[in-house]
């Protein structure tokens, strides 16, 4: 059984730290606003719709200790650039409290419980769709993270993974481990772990030999945010493995729920891209890995371009390209 991403006991937000799995289950609990931004930028909590859901309970914090709104919104929106449901959570926490005046506190705590439970709800559907274009006896092929740590809820593509084989469709699951902050094999293959999944973790260099070899039937992951046109911003990689698989006419799908999906950013170029700590190369547990002095650039995502992606899994339905016109007609913000 999977301890909870995070949940609200009525004071404080108590966060799973995933940046001790897999060796340690231990949870942060935050009373403040400021604990829950730092939460978020050190990467305690990580995975888009986590860190959006998170990012609403952080106003409820600063409902609760009467800090000025406007304020601690604005530091949770800079906690981390790329992934759009940060703003999106952030955005209907703002709206709350403009339709509420004074602060009220109760009302934002509602609205936060609501974002929770409709994570829960919608990656429930957006895996029911996922599982449903799979084959029977399929192997898998997955990047970064997206499990139900990564989500309020069963997760996104690694969902998709872990209800392909407790329907008795899933044969292998590989997992690239995600270099530098290695999530694959930290979390997801500990996540998969768990659940009795078989799955087996390799360098992210090795996918383009395993598609090669014939081994991989789909290629699953998330995102961060999805572009009006479909471009995809996703844990860097994406791109490469997307590139792989299209040369290989392996499917490529990525797992967007509406949360994800930001219909004001015209194109992939107009994402902010994350640039971390070159240390996160560098190092490895503070040990170093390079000769010092040795130069490193550490973009966190990169940019899918949409005429890669064989379609966008959401919990509306699958959509297949072009994607313009379907992103446009969802119903989002209107959840099912
Ligand atoms: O830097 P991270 O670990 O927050 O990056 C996570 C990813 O890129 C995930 O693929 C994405 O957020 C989707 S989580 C359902």
């Known amino acids: 059984m999977l301890p909870p991403s995070l949940r609200w006991n009525g004071e404080q937000l108590v966060l799973l730290d995933q940046r001790l799995l897999p060796h340690e289950i231990a949870f942060l609990s935050l009373r403040h606003w400021r604990d829950v931004a730092e939460a978020i930028s050190t990467m305690a909590v990580r995975g888009a719709p986590a860190i959006g859901v998170a990012a609403a309970w952080g106003v409820v914090l600063a409902a609760r200790a009467g800090d000025d ?44 419980e609501e974002i ?24 898998l092929l997955h990047h970064c993270h997206t499990g139900a740590i ?8 690694l969902g998709v993974i872990t209800a392909a084989h407790q329907r008795g469709l899933l044969r292998h ?30 360098v992210d260099g090795a996918s383009g ?21 479909g471009d995809v911003a996703n844990k860097v990689g994406t791109y490469n493995l997307a590139l792989v698989a299209r040369a290989h006419g392996i499917p490529f799908y990525v797992c967007a729920p509406g949360s ?17 700590d070159p240390q996160e190369i560098t190092t490895l547990r503070g040990q170093p890995l390079t ?44 959840q099912p």
């Open 209 to 229: 030999l395993l598609m090669r070899r014939g081994e991989v039937d789909a290629v699953l992951v998330g995102c961060d945010r999805v572009a009006a046109n």
């Open 291 to 334: 000769a010092s002095g040795v130069k490193a650039w550490n973009p966190a995502f990169d940019i899918t371009p949409a005429h890669l992606i064989t379609a966008l899994v959401t919990e509306f339905g699958v959509i297949r390209p072009p994607y313009r016109d379907l992103l446009c007609d969802l119903p989002l913000g209107r």
């Open 116 to 139: 929770e439970a409709e994570d829960r709800r919608l990656t429930q559907r957006l895996v029911d769709h996922g599982v449903a274009l799979l084959p029977s006896d399929c192997r």
């Open 173 to 202: 699951a590989w997992l690239d481990e995600t270099r530098p902050r290695l999530q694959g094999a930290a979390l997801s293959a500990w996540e998969l772990g768990c659940q009795g999944v078989p799955c087996t973790v390799i």
């Open 260 to 276: 994800s999906i930001d219909l004001t950013t015209v194109d992939g170029d107009a994402i902010t891209i994350e640039e971390r």
């Open 150 to 157: 990564a989500t309020a809820g069963v997760g996104t593509a």
């Open 69 to 112: 709104l406007e304020e601690a919104i604005a530091v949770l929106r800079a906690s981390r650039p790329t992934a759009v449901n940060l703003g999106w959570a952030l955005d209907r926490m703002r709206g709350c409290e403009a339709a509420h005046p004074p602060v009220d506190p109760f009302a934002l705590q509602d609205l936060a």
